[in-house]
């Protein structure tokens, strides 16, 4: 440890509010402290002036009672270190650091002593858990933004500036968002999908920076403003709160109950601070909201694929098989979309890329439209809502939209959402699980669950699919073969003619969803919802077709000559032919 053995400070050399009155024991302490902060941690003295909040015994915004020290500051005001003082009672400022540690936000690093040396500690919290570690002694303070002679990055102004511009993700830099991803497992040591989902908080954070730097004004989230690594921690997880905050009020005020059907960045950054200021060291130079769409999808698809193998295959649909559902139904620009299982968002931002492709550049303004307000989605898991609107926002928005919720309940729960309001929907709905009674009940009303003690969870996705569907709105679902098949199931296809005109039936092979963990036998149905009153001809032409080559194998391992690309065309040109 740094730290020299204790001192008295002559008082005209004290820093800060002195305290005269109560018990001299310890403002003596504080100020060898202070003077320890700038001799053997290199703490410039007069920044510790601008940082320094005293504490005398106060109890206030989460300061435990007793509590006697001092914390510093980072530039947006929020504490990043902590220290308590407690003469000759080591134990007793350990606990009370621990605890301000625990209620206070943002600073995750402390100090607690009894004025010696050896009854000095240093504590650091672990991710977000209120357990904490001891780690050997403070970092020293390094304040690097002015050995760069470009200056810090700045957003972009009217007039010259000193300072840099964020450089666009390009082609060659597409592992960017990997890079920060594997350090979030090398430094943390956490798995795949819980990287994953850290990633995504840090991306949202720095999208807010962006998007919110006036002309002319210095980014935030740059490591070369910060002194220590603690300081730049505090300040992502400020700008993580803040942006958190921002979009619930702003949205707040457009969609009834946001705040609780969507604000799932409320969930905390869980990361250590120095695994969460690596990534942001790692992306901080890069201009995410001005590169290109398709690079930045590439960059995040880098990660999302690995993870979802990892530890989500249940929430993932090849990208194959979604590009070919919505190469066929084809969403337009004045379209509304949903999918109501929509787990990583792959048919909402398909969509989107889609229609931007489709799309004239004079109807830019149209396709903003469809972006924020056309694409819609449900899903229970907030760790995937997160990632979707990750993805969403990489894309050019629409995030607003996913629900965190599940997408079974009474429709009542939906104060934004009625029932055949939808033009499209495309979707991979969850199967595999029997529901029985408890589980049927909590849900909202479904004809096919009438007269049934359990039923698939995939008969009721199916029917909601279709009770969100407009007459006349198309619909592309990845069904299991038992529904479409097996004897028992009958009614479900009964059901199923008496409410849609079925256009299409692709079969795909087992191994579409093995390298994620689901080895089941699926098949795609397109189909039209019927109109009131459409008169419904006894027979009419279906398109039936079986694919053999999805591009990969079981494992996951690419395989030449798919034939999935040659089927969306031939699906595309029989509905173009027959109708839908």
Not at 160 to 168: C, M
């Amino acid at each position: 440890m740094r730290l020299k053995a204790f001192r008295e400070i002559p008082t005209k050399q004290w820093i800060g509010a002195a305290l005269k009155t109560a018990d001299m024991k310890y403002e003596p302490i504080r100020q060898w402290l202070l003077s320890e902060l700038t001799e053997s941690y290199f703490y410039p003295l007069s920044w510790i002036k601008e940082r320094l909040q005293i504490i005398n015994f106060d109890q206030a915004n989460g300061i435990p009672k007793g509590f006697f020290g001092f914390t510093l500051l980072t530039a947006k005001g929020d504490p990043f270190l902590w220290v308590s003082i407690e003469p000759t009672k080591s134990a007793q400022a350990e606990g009370r650091l621990r605890e301000v540690l625990c209620t206070v936000p943002f600073a995750r690093l402390g100090l607690s002593t009894d004025g010696t040396v050896e009854g000095t500690r240093i504590l650091r919290q672990r991710g977000n858990s209120e357990e904490s570690d001891f780690v050997p002694d403070l970092e020293t303070f390094t304040l690097s933004v002015g050995q760069n002679l470009l200056g810090p990055f700045r957003a972009p102004g009217e007039t010259a500036n000193s300072g840099r511009e964020l450089e666009p993700i390009s082609k060659s830099l597409e592992d960017v968002f990997f890079e920060a991803h594997s350090h979030i497992r090398d430094i943390d040591g956490v798995h795949a999908d819980e990287s994953l989902d850290e990633l995504c908080k840090v991306l949202y954070a720095k999208l807010f920076d962006e998007e919110m730097a006036a002309p002319g004004a210095t980014y935030w989230l740059q490591r070369s403003l910060a002194g220590t690594v603690e300081e730049f921690a505090a300040t992502i997880r400020r700008m993580y709160q803040d942006a958190n905050e921002y979009d619930v009020r702003v949205f707040s005020l457009k969609v009834p109950g946001y705040d609780r059907s969507r604000g799932v960045f409320n969930s905390p950054i869980r990361l250590s601070s120095p695994a969460l200021v690596k990534v942001v060291e790692t992306i901080e130079s890069y201009w995410l909201t001005r590169s290109s769409i398709d690079v930045k999808g590439r960059a995040f698809q880098r990660v999302l694929g690995p993870a979802m193998r990892a530890g989500m295959g249940q929430y993932f649909t090849p990208l194959e098989v979604i590009q070919l559902i919505v190469h066929v139904v084809e969403p337009t620009v004045a379209e509304l979309v949903i999918d109501p299982f929509s787990g990583s968002g792959h048919f909402l931002t398909q969509s989107l890329d889609s229609v931007r492709t489709r799309s004239k550049k004079a109807d830019e303004k149209r396709v903003d439209e469809f972006a924020f307000n056309k694409l819609h989605g449900f899903e229970k898991s907030d760790r995937m809502v997160r990632v979707a609107m990750t993805d969403m926002r990489l894309h050019g928005d629409g995030h607003s939209n996913i629900r965190c919720t599940d997408a079974l309940l009474d429709f009542q729960n939906y104060p934004d959402v009625r029932p055949e309001s939808f033009d499209v929907v495309m979707t991979n709905p969850p199967f595999g699980s029997l529901l029985g009674p408890e589980a049927i009940s909590r849900l909202g009303r479904f004809t096919l669950v009438r007269a049934k003690k359990n039923i698939p969870l995939e008969v009721l996705g199916l029917e909601r699919c279709i009770q969100f569907l407009r007459p006349g709105g198309r619909l592309g679902i990845v069904l299991p073969d038992g529904l479409l098949a097996n004897r028992n199931a009958d009614y479900v296809r009964v059901w199923l003619a008496d409410h849609v005109k079925v256009r299409a039936i692709v079969s795909l092979p087992i191994e579409t969803f093995s390298p994620f963990g689901a080895n089941i036998k699926t098949s795609i149905l397109f189909a039209r919802k019927w109109k009131s009153g459409e008169l419904r001809a006894a027979d009419y032409n279906v398109h039936l077709t079986r694919v053999d080559n999805v591009g990969y194998d079981a494992a996951g391992r690419q395989q030449a000559g798919s034939e999935l690309p040659t089927i969306a065309e031939d699906v595309k040109e029989f509905v173009r032919r027959e109708g839908w």
